[in-house]
Structure formats: structure tokens, C-alpha cells
């Protein structure tokens, strides 16, 4: 959703927010595959880093993988929902749960408020990283069994934890939930490589750091006023640019549109959109 703004933007300095803003996700993936020690993340670069404004919406992402980032946004939004004021700077957040905005367990998702360098009770923007992790428990290795029935036996589900605490990494309550809590069901084991994963998640707490390392920067260099002005512009912008390429089908092709596709089983998958040119808006039913 758009946000109010005090005046039209600047086309120059809008382009350069927007790829500033950009280069801050690209930074934060770099640092992460550089400093992970997984093939997961590593080499295979299954990874997403993301920068977000104070109201949990995506402001700027880098090309990593589209269905960490089209769900990011509602895992940090749930954190800010949970934790509200409790949320502290230095303190770092965990979750991996599909009901807190996660996709499957083994994604684990690193979250970190970013405060104003005048007001440290003011959260200004988040970072946010999601890497998929070899291992973390349940019924078998890799952590996605196709014979699961439950969540339990697909590993250690983590609807909120702060891994970081005002600084302070808890490394006690991180085992607790890899390996405690998500071993103590029938069949299930916990994390295999907890090393390997926790090597991986300082990593992804090291990458949210370095964004907000630039972020700060940022802050330095156009006053804090002007960079938020920016980010809303930059949103309201994506808005409308979607808005009018609905417009745009909806003129060549029509304001109904379907498509069908099957499973490797033959069953179908159909989706429906309606588009509303006037709005320049559209409803996605899949039946």
C-alpha cells in the first residue's frame, strides 16, 4: 500500500535511492555467501536478502530467490505484531514457522530491526536474510521427508526466538530449539550438523548487520527525513508502475484472463484474474 509523502520526488534521486537502496541487499548477500560455510548457501545460493521500511512492507531486495522474498515481508511483519515495543536494539530475531510468514522449515529466516542514530528506541527500516539450511531435524536427514504427516517430523518449527538479545548471541536457547525441542517426538532427531547451522546463522545475523551498517551510512550522507521520504516514493512508484501494466493487459488482452496446468499426476491447477482496469487493480482466484 502507498504512503503519504510531502512532495514529489526528484527523478535523479529517486533512481539513486532506488539502487542505493538495492546495493544495501546486494551487499548483504554478498557478505553472507562469503562468510557461510554450507553448499546450501555457499554454492548453491539458495538465499534471499532484503531491506524493509518500519512498517514490515519490502523496500528493496536483490535477485535471490522470488518465493523467499514475496513471503519476507509477512514474516517480519508478524515479529513487529508479536514483539511490539519488546523489540530492542542489538536484538536479533529467529523464526522459521510457516504461520509467521515462513515458507518450508529448513528456511530459516534472520531479522533485525534497524534504530535511529539519534533515537535508539525508533525502529527506521528492518534487514531481514533467509538461507536454506542442510539440516534441522526430524524423521530424516535434509529435513524434508515426503512421508511426514505432521510438522514435527519435518524439524524444529520456531514461530519467534531472539537468537540475538541486546547484543548478546544465545547459543543455549538456539540448541534448545534445534536440537532439545525438535528431537523430542516419536521418530524424530534433532539437528544432524547443528555447527554447520549455527556457522550459517551468524552468518545471516553478520549480513543484516552489514545492511544496516549501510543503511546508517545512507542516513549520514541525506538526513534520515530525506531517505524515508525517498523509500516511500520508491514504493508508491512500484505501485503505480504494476497498476499501469495492469491497465496495459487489460487493453490487449482483455480484463479476464485463465491459464491451466497439471501436476505430474495429471490433477489440474487453474488460476483466474480479473483485472479492474479503472483501478488498475486485479483479483487472482485459484480454483
Same mark, same amino acid.
Given at each position: 500500500?502507498?504512503?503519504?509523502?510531502?512532495?514529489?520526488?526528484?527523478?535523479?534521486?529517486?533512481?539513486?535511492?532506488?539502487?542505493r537502496?538495492?546495493?544495501?541487499?546486494?551487499?548483504?548477500?554478498?557478505?553472507?555467501?562469503?562468510?557461510?560455510i554450507?553448499?546450501?548457501?555457499?554454492?548453491?545460493?539458495?538465499? /534471499?536478502?532484503?531491506?524493509?521500511?518500519? %512498517?514490515?512492507?519490502l523496500?528493496?531486495? &536483490?535477485?535471490?530467490i522470488?518465493? #523467499?522474498? $514475496?513471503?519476507?515481508?509477512?514474516?517480519?511483519?508478524?515479529?513487529?505484531?508479536?514483539?511490539?515495543?519488546?523489540?530492542?536494539?542489538?536484538?536479533?530475531i529467529?523464526?522459521?514457522?510457516?504461520?509467521?510468514?515462513?515458507?518450508?522449515?529448513?528456511?530459516?529466516?534472520?531479522?533485525?530491526?534497524?534504530?535511529?542514530?539519534?533515537?535508539?528506541?525508533?525502529i527506521?527500516?528492518?534487514?531481514?536474510?533467509?538461507?536454506?539450511?542442510?539440516?534441522?531435524?526430524?524423521?530424516?536427514?535434509?529435513?524434508?521427508?515426503?512421508?511426514?504427516?505432521?510438522?514435527?517430523?519435518?524439524?524444529?518449527?520456531?514461530?519467534?526466538?531472539?537468537?540475538?538479545k541486546?547484543?548478546?548471541?544465545?547459543?543455549?536457547?538456539?540448541?534448545?530449539?534445534?536440537?532439545?525441542?525438535?528431537?523430542?517426538?516419536?521418530?524424530? /532427531?534433532?539437528c544432524?550438523?547443528?555447527? %554447520?547451522?549455527?556457522?550459517?546463522?551468524? &552468518?545471516?545475523?553478520?549480513?543484516? #548487520?552489514? $545492511?544496516?551498517?549501510?543503511i546508517?551510512?545512507?542516513?549520514?550522507?541525506?538526513?534520515?527525513?530525506?531517505?524515508?521520504?525517498?523509500?516511500?516514493?520508491?514504493?508508491?512508484?512500484?505501485?503505480?508502475?504494476?497498476?499501469?501494466?495492469?491497465?496495459?493487459?487489460?487493453?490487449?488482452?482483455?480484463?479476464?484472463?485463465?491459464?491451466?496446468?497439471?501436476?505430474?499426476?495429471?490433477?489440474?491447477?487453474q488460476?483466474?484474474?480479473?483485472?479492474?482496469?479503472?483501478?488498475?487493480?486485479?483479483?487472482?482466484?485459484?480454483?
Amino acid at each position: 500500500m502507498s504512503a503519504p509523502v510531502k512532495s514529489q520526488p526528484d527523478p535523479i534521486l529517486l533512481t539513486l535511492f532506488a539502487n542505493r537502496f538495492m546495493s544495501v541487499a546486494e551487499a548483504m548477500g554478498r557478505a553472507l555467501q562469503q562468510t557461510s560455510i554450507s553448499t546450501n548457501i555457499k554454492e548453491r545460493l539458495d538465499y /534471499s536478502c532484503a531491506l524493509f521500511a518500519p %512498517d514490515g512492507d519490502l523496500v528493496a531486495n &536483490a535477485p535471490f530467490i522470488p518465493i #523467499h522474498l $514475496g513471503s519476507m515481508s509477512f514474516a517480519v511483519k508478524y515479529q513487529m505484531n508479536l514483539l511490539g515495543n519488546d523489540l530492542k536494539n542489538g536484538d536479533v530475531i529467529m523464526t522459521n514457522s510457516p504461520r509467521a510468514g515462513g515458507s518450508h522449515l529448513p528456511d530459516i529466516t534472520i531479522i533485525t530491526p534497524v534504530f535511529s542514530p539519534t533515537d535508539p528506541t525508533k525502529i527506521i527500516f528492518f534487514t531481514a536474510s533467509r538461507g536454506h539450511h542442510a539440516d534441522i531435524g526430524g524423521i530424516l536427514p535434509g529435513s524434508m521427508p515426503p512421508t511426514s504427516v505432521n510438522i514435527f517430523e519435518e524439524g524444529a518449527e520456531i514461530v519467534s526466538f531472539k537468537i540475538v538479545k541486546e547484543g548478546v548471541f544465545d547459543r543455549d536457547g538456539m540448541l534448545e530449539y534445534l536440537v532439545e525441542r525438535s528431537g523430542k517426538y516419536p521418530g524424530c /532427531s534433532g539437528c544432524r550438523n547443528v555447527r %554447520d547451522v549455527e556457522s550459517d546463522l551468524k &552468518a545471516q545475523i553478520a549480513a543484516n #548487520h552489514k $545492511g544496516i551498517g549501510l543503511i546508517h551510512a545512507l542516513i549520514s550522507e541525506y538526513k534520515l527525513e530525506t531517505v524515508q521520504e525517498y523509500m516511500y516514493h520508491i514504493r508508491n512508484n512500484a505501485e503505480q508502475s504494476v497498476r499501469n501494466l495492469l491497465r496495459d493487459v487489460a487493453e490487449r488482452r482483455g480484463t479476464s484472463l485463465s491459464a491451466r496446468d497439471y501436476l505430474d499426476d495429471g490433477s489440474p491447477i487453474q488460476v483466474q484474474v480479473e483485472i479492474n482496469p479503472d483501478k488498475g487493480s486485479a483479483t487472482i482466484d485459484f480454483q
